[in-house]
Structures are given as structure tokens and as C-alpha cells.
Antibody
Framework: QVQLHESGPGLVKPSETLSLTCTVS????????WSWIRQPPGKGLEWIGY???????NYNPSLKSRINISMDMSKKQFSLNLRSVTAADTAVYYC??????????????WGQGTLVTVSS | QSALTQPASVSGSPGQSITISCTGT?????????VSWYQQHPGKAPKLMIY???NRPSGVSYRFSGSKSGNTASLTISGLQADDEADYYC?????????FGGGTMLTVL
């Protein structure tokens, strides 16, 4: 497994851009996909999107118009930018990595999560 | 991309077994064997409990098992223990994206 740690502002103003970074430690050589997942207070998990080892991305269709995920693996980091935020974007944001188990994949490594509140 | 459907809550007494269902569609749960289950204790990150429908990662108790029939996956926990009390989420791969269930709160009576 790898260890993941999210960092970034805990408070963002409405209409501004939420920016978070996930720092990876440990052996990431077998990891191909790096995801962001969020959880509004008291609610369920929502997959935001991923970036793969080649830099290709795929996003949740409901958020696609506002998201950009990038990476700098020389620094062992990947990042999330979410534009034009509203109160509905208030959530704990997790970064996560897919482990490969034979022919199956699943999120076996998670960061501890960081709460981002959207408020003026 | 709609969330998978889970019961909001289930409960059981210590030592009993419970099953949590996760209903999707023929585009996600029914199409792929990439169904996984996560346990989340309050204030903690989710923990992988089942991958590939029915497989346990190293370190996860044999009391946790998974299955799938058609568009519905299930998580069964046998021999309930107090520490099993948590929220449980299913997840499925679908067309290069992932979708989660709404979550089920398990109460150990």
C-alpha cells in the first residue's frame, strides 16, 4: 500500500476555486490510478475523478465542467481544482489510490481526509 | 450516473448475521465484477473490506463476505461484534468511472 495525505485550505469563498493536493509516500510503482472522492457532512461518498499514470483523466459527469485533476509525480503529488464552488461543495475530500488485486481493482489506500467548507 | 441503492440502516445483535444489499443496474453492478465494500467509522477514512465482489484483502476478518446476483451485490457480516458498528458503502466500476452507494448504518444492538 501507499500512504496518502491531503493538504489545502479548509475554507473557500463561494464562486472561488477549491484547490487540494495529495502527497504520496511509500512504494507507488504499481499504482496506476489516483482519485479524489468527497463526502458532504452526514452524507455518502461521491467519486470526483481520477488521473492515471500517463496523465489521462476521467471525471464524474456531474462535476466534469468544473474539475481539473493534475499530477506531478516527480514530487509524488496530484491535485484537484474545483471551480465556482458553492455551499453544496462543502465536504470532506479524500484522495485515494486503486490497488490491483488480480483482475480486480478497489480503493485500498485513502488519505485521512480534509474538510473544506465553502462560506463567505 | 446514479448512486447505487443501499438500505439506510440495518441492525443486529452480537453474534448474529446481517446482510446489506446494494442495487445497481446492468451498466454497473450487473456488468462488472468490480464491486467493492468499505467500512467507515465516525471521523475516519473508509476501509476496504471486500473487492472483486467476494474477495477479502489481507487482514480483513473471515466474518465479512460478499456476493452478487444480477444487478444486486450483498455484504454479509457473520458473528456480529460491537466494533462492526459503522457505516458501510458499496462501490462499482462503470464505464471508466466509479459510483458509490448511499451508505448503510449498521447498529449492533
Amino acid at each position: 500500500q501507499v500512504q496518502l495525505h491531503e493538504s489545502g485550505p479548509g475554507l473557500v469563498k463561494p464562486s472561488e476555486t477549491l484547490s487540494l493536493t495529495c502527497t504520496v509516500s511509500g512504494d507507488s510503482s504499481s499504482r496506476n490510478y489516483w482519485s479524489w472522492i468527497r463526502q458532504p457532512p452526514g452524507k455518502g461518498l461521491e467519486w470526483i475523478g481520477y488521473i492515471d499514470y500517463s496523465g489521462s483523466t476521467n471525471y464524474n459527469p456531474s462535476l466534469k465542467s468544473r474539475i481539473n485533476i493534475s499530477m506531478d509525480m516527480s514530487k509524488k503529488q496530484f491535485s484537484l481544482n474545483l471551480r465556482s464552488v458553492t455551499a453544496a461543495d462543502t465536504a470532506v475530500y479524500y484522495c485515494a489510490s486503486e490497488g490491483v488485486f488480480g483482475e480486480a481493482v478497489a480503493f485500498d489506500s485513502w488519505g485521512q481526509g480534509t474538510l473544506v467548507t465553502v462560506s463567505s | 450516473q446514479s448512486a447505487l441503492t443501499q438500505p439506510a440502516s440495518v441492525s443486529g445483535s452480537p453474534g448474529q448475521s446481517i446482510t446489506i444489499s446494494c442495487t445497481g443496474t446492468s451498466s454497473d453492478v450487473g456488468r462488472y465484477n468490480f464491486v467493492s465494500w468499505y467500512q467507515q467509522h465516525p471521523g475516519k477514512a473508509p476501509k476496504l473490506m471486500i473487492y472483486g465482489v467476494s474477495n477479502r484483502p489481507s487482514g480483513v476478518s473471515y466474518r465479512f463476505s460478499g456476493s452478487k446476483s444480477g444487478n444486486t451485490a450483498s455484504l454479509t457480516i457473520s458473528g456480529l461484534q460491537a466494533d462492526d458498528e459503522a457505516d458501510y458503502y458499496c462501490s462499482s466500476y462503470t464505464s471508466a468511472t466509479w459510483v458509490f452507494g448511499g451508505g448503510t448504518m449498521l447498529t449492533v444492538l
